[in-house]
């Protein structure tokens, strides 16, 4: 089973420095929270510590990959709470519906650059998308796709 890290650190990152890493709003971080996505107030936690920024970049990758909620929750649930994981380290094999460790050759590599083309996964997965059985989807993405544009 995939274990949290939950170890401190003698050094705490502050909130603004960790929504940056995390790529989010303190206002969705506390939306979050209340929903019980996170297990700490943001609002209430000027400084956050290592598990807790985990907590916060894991949430936020998972809502910012264009998933479905049903596919979050459903993700989620398999996992421990807090959800303080180190995504660069685990993945969620669809064969075994379960999260897992990647193997320790992938992760020796991390430093090196892995080039994602994020335009060709878009264009693949708009593709694939079924009008008739994804239609809550594609009209989920309209609204994401118009608030851009606001």
Request: hydrophobic fraction near 35%; glycine fraction near 0%.
């Amino acid at each position: 089973m995939i274990q949290t890290n939950m170890q401190s650190t003698l050094f705490v990152t502050n909130k603004f420095d960790a929504l940056k890493l995390a790529k989010t709003t303190e206002s969705l971080a506390s939306q979050w929270y209340n929903q019980q996505y996170l297990s700490f107030d943001i609002s209430r936690t000027p400084e956050l510590q290592n598990y807790e920024v985990l907590e916060l970049v894991f949430i936020s990758k998972l809502f910012n990959s264009a998933l479905s909620l049903d596919t979050i929750n459903h993700l989620l649930t398999l996992l421990s709470k807090p959800y303080a994981y180190e995504y660069q380290h685990i993945y969620f094999d669809v064969f075994s519906n379960k999260w897992s460790y990647l193997s320790e050759e992938i992760d020796e590599d991390e430093n090196e650059e892995i080039e994602i083309d994020e335009e060709e996964i878009a264009n693949s997965y708009i593709e694939n998308l079924s009008a008739e059985s994804d239609k809550n989807e594609i009209e989920r993405l309209i609204h994401y796709l118009q608030g851009l544009l606001q």
